[in-house]
């Protein structure tokens, strides 16, 4: 008797969906996005501990994923904005099925 069985490889729509999520943060920056944090400081007090290379480098990868669009306004000092894309409003329903599922007695 065979206790082997065929496993049908992962989708490479997985594999991209997980290389966008599973990075250390990257589910908290978006879980701030979504409550309205759209400027490096404010990202720093929601998400918590982040060290702010880190933070830099998620939303920099965020950005790159299409998840998030950077704009740069002319002010005084000048100052940059993140806002999620369409792309990235997507998500909403995976961050939120991730909070529900977290929030489940085990």
């Not at 990202?43 to 950005?63: K, N």
Request: proline share 8%; glycine share 4%.
């Amino acid at each position: 008797m065979s206790r082997c069985r065929r496993c049908t490889p992962v989708p490479s729509e997985v594999r991209d969906a997980a290389g966008v999520l599973e990075r250390r943060w990257t589910v908290s920056i978006l879980w701030a996005s979504y409550a309205g944090a759209s400027r490096f400081n404010e990202f720093r007090q929601a998400v918590g501990p982040i060290p702010p290379t880190t933070l830099a480098q998620r939303l920099t990868e965020l950005e790159e994923a299409g998840v998030l669009h950077r704009s740069v306004i002319d002010a005084r000092p000048p100052r940059v904005e993140y806002r999620l894309t369409p792309h990235g409003r997507r998500l909403k329903r995976v961050v939120d099925a991730l909070a529900t599922w977290a929030a489940a007695p085990r």
